[in-house]
């Protein structure tokens, strides 16, 4: 079964950043809603019911940050800030009004995407994420216990493998990216070689049974769905 996307909710009134920006979530399988003005974004916020809120500061017609007061005030929705200012007074205003985290421009669609999935797991809600055991065909998984079992038998898997199974099979059936592999089981600021990826995935390959991992080239891995594994 396909997991729901995210609705992600992208408070800016830049066409050149709206536009690349809910171009790259769309194919990082997020839902963008787009607002352009607080008073959009305040409607919409309470229409759409977004997982996150990304938020411009200067706006047409006032100040994001009165979006994000009075977001908090009424939602725990996370909300990203994204600014031109990067000043340190800048950033703990936006903090402290409830801000969960803090982005400045120029930035890259793959920070901001990192980043979102970064605060969405610390808000307790990552995308398509349970913390019960996951068992597709001979595999199965448990993240509480860090275990993973072949058809009854123990697997053991280092931390990074286990990691990227847990991935992979959270979203079975779709494809998972190069990019967010990297970002969400090494780091967003990994600047070390993405052969490593490839070196675990073989190693998984190796340990399980290989044809339930398939790459799909040049964008990433998919494993196979509950129905390709029976």
């Given at each position: 079964?396909?997991?729901?996307?995210?609705?992600?909710?992208?408070?800016?009134?830049?066409?050149?950043?709206?536009?690349?920006?809910?171009?790259?979530?769309?194919?990082?399988?997020?839902?963008?809603?787009?607002?352009?003005?607080?008073?959009?974004?305040?409607?919409?916020?309470?229409?759409?019911?977004?997982?996150?809120?990304?938020?411009?500061?200067?706006?047409?017609?006032g100040s994001g940050l009165d979006v994000c007061r009075e977001l908090r005030s009424g939602s725990s929705v996370p909300i990203i800030i994204l600014s031109a200012r990067g000043e340190e007074a800048d950033r703990v205003v936006g903090l402290e009004l409830g801000a969960d985290d803090y982005v400045v421009k120029p930035f890259s669609a793959r920070e901001v995407i990192a980043r979102i999935r970064a605060v969405l797991r610390r808000a307790g809600t990552p995308s398509g994420a349970g913390d019960g055991p996951i068992e597709i065909g001979s595999v199965r998984l448990d993240p509480a216990r860090r275990s993973t079992t072949l058809r009854g038998a123990d697997v053991e898997l280092a931390r990074k493998e286990f990691d990227l199974l847990a991935l992979l099979m959270r979203e079975a059936g779709t494809v998972v990216t190069r990019e967010r592999l990297i970002d969400e089981v090494w780091d967003v600021n990994w600047f070390g070689s993405t052969k490593t990826l490839d070196v675990h995935i073989a190693a998984l390959r190796k340990k399980l049974e290989p044809d339930l991992i398939h790459t799909v080239r040049g964008v990433g891995f998919r494993f196979s769905s509950p129905e390709e594994a029976r």
């Open positions: 079964m396909a997991h729901a996307k995210r609705t992600i909710l992208l408070v800016e009134d830049e066409e050149s950043i709206t536009t690349p920006l809910a171009e790259a979530l769309e194919r990082d399988g997020f839902r963008t809603e787009i607002a352009h003005t607080v008073a959009d974004g305040l409607a919409k916020g309470k229409s759409v019911r977004p997982d996150l809120v990304l938020l411009d500061i200067g706006l047409p017609d």
